[in-house]
């Protein structure tokens, strides 16, 4: 059975492009060049992943990622011609896995896609086999339950956000570059996006660290990159 995949993009001779690709690549497509229409579908279909562009007549990127974020765990990739870091750290502090500046080439979408979609098919059968519980210093994580815990208190993550903090501490006092960390969590190879795992650092930490400035659990090896510390 192919993998639906759900592409939100408003100019249409882009979105045929990354369709035909993707349809070569064994993937089942549908395209919606409109925010409120691609929001609808994004919310009422079963997608395996979703491309979604910021700039949407209707209703924006933003806010469709916010809107689907709220039901669904489905892959998000937001693609934008924007470079500001302002847009990517917002997206992905809306819980998009990932962020594509145009222009990129069709066949990194789809390397990414698959990896993506890998990732997300391999958490689903970790989290069937999986009842493993990590407490740290008042910090506690149910593997399972994708749940986060900080001296009793209940922390909300993003997709990406737990699967980074659970890696982190899952592999204590291992000094991580942000290029290992991208290749482990997101499933590709950094490609100059190694900004994304210093975003999602600093929302984990404005969520566990009593002073981000000074962190007790997700420690700045500077010049080399993230340690969790026990």
Request: glycine share 6%; aromatic share 8%; charged share 35%.
């Amino acid at each position: 059975m192919s993998r639906r995949i759900l592409i939100i993009e408003d100019e249409e001779a882009i979105a045929d492009l990354e369709r035909d690709y993707l349809e070569l690549s064994g993937f089942s497509v549908k395209t919606s060049n409109d925010g409120a229409d691609g929001l609808k579908e994004a919310l009422r279909g079963e997608y395996d992943l979703i491309i979604l562009d910021l700039m949407l007549p209707g209703v924006d990127g933003f806010e469709i990622c916010k809107r689907v974020r709220e039901v669904k765990d489905t892959p998000i990739i937001l693609v934008s011609a924007k470079k500001d870091d302002i847009d990517k750290i917002r997206g992905l502090g809306l819980g998009a896995d990932d962020y594509m500046t145009k222009p990129f080439s069709p066949s990194e979408l789809v390397a990414r896609v698959k990896a993506h979609v890998a990732r997300y098919d391999r958490l689903i059968s970790n989290e069937a086999e999986e009842d493993q519980e990590i407490e740290i210093r008042g910090l506690k994580i149910n593997v399972a339950a994708r749940r986060v815990w900080l001296n009793g208190e209940e922390c909300s993550f993003t997709t990406k956000e737990f699967d980074l903090l659970t890696f982190l501490a899952g592999h204590p006092n291992h000094v991580y570059t942000k290029e290992d960390l991208f290749r482990e969590i997101w499933g590709v190879e950094c490609v100059g996006d190694a900004a994304t795992v210093t975003v999602h650092i600093k929302k984990i930490r404005e969520k566990i660290e009593y002073h981000t400035s000074h962190p007790q659990y997700i420690e700045t090896i500077w010049g080399v990159g993230y340690r969790f510390k026990v």
